[in-house]
């Protein structure tokens, strides 16, 4: 098992950046893929970003792509969304989560963007986007 908490969070302008964070404990780091999703007021959850175990595969959404970069340290235990040019409808809770059946072998677009793919998922962290 996985403790997930995600960091990071805040209030900024629209053009801005901000670097989301989110920390593990637990089970080894390394066995889980991770992956970045979030939901706005009155949306379903959408998934942003993953990266496979050892950080040699990441998928982006395509509302983000060219401008959030997913990445890990392995040795910290940390998974970072590095989001730049920030737009109003970035607006949301940010959800951190790991999943220890998506290995490199099966970590496909499809299955890494399926939230039903991640058993652990962190408790969240605002962002919010002022135009």
């Known amino acids: 098992q996985v403790q997930l908490v995600e960091s990071g969070g805040g209030l900024v302008q629209a053009g801005g950046s901000l670097r989301l964070s989110c920390a593990a404990s637990?089970?080894?780091?390394?066995?889980?893929?991770m992956g970045w999703f979030r939901q706005a007021p009155g949306q379903a959850r959408e998934f942003v970003a993953g990266?496979?175990?050892?950080?040699?595969?990441?998928y982006d959404a395509d509302s983000v792509k060219g401008r959030f970069t997913i990445s890990r340290d392995n040795a910290k235990n940390t998974v970072y969304l590095q989001m730049n040019s920030l737009k109003s409808e970035d607006t949301a809770v940010y959800y951190c989560a790991a999943g220890d059946v998506l290995t490199s072998l099966t970590f496909s677009r499809v299955q890494a963007t399926s939230p039903s793919r991640y058993a652990y998922w962190g408790q969240g962290t605002q962002v919010t986007v002022s135009s």
């Open positions: 990266i496979s175990r050892r950080g040699e595969t990441t």
């Open positions: 637990g089970r080894a780091f390394s066995s889980y893929a």
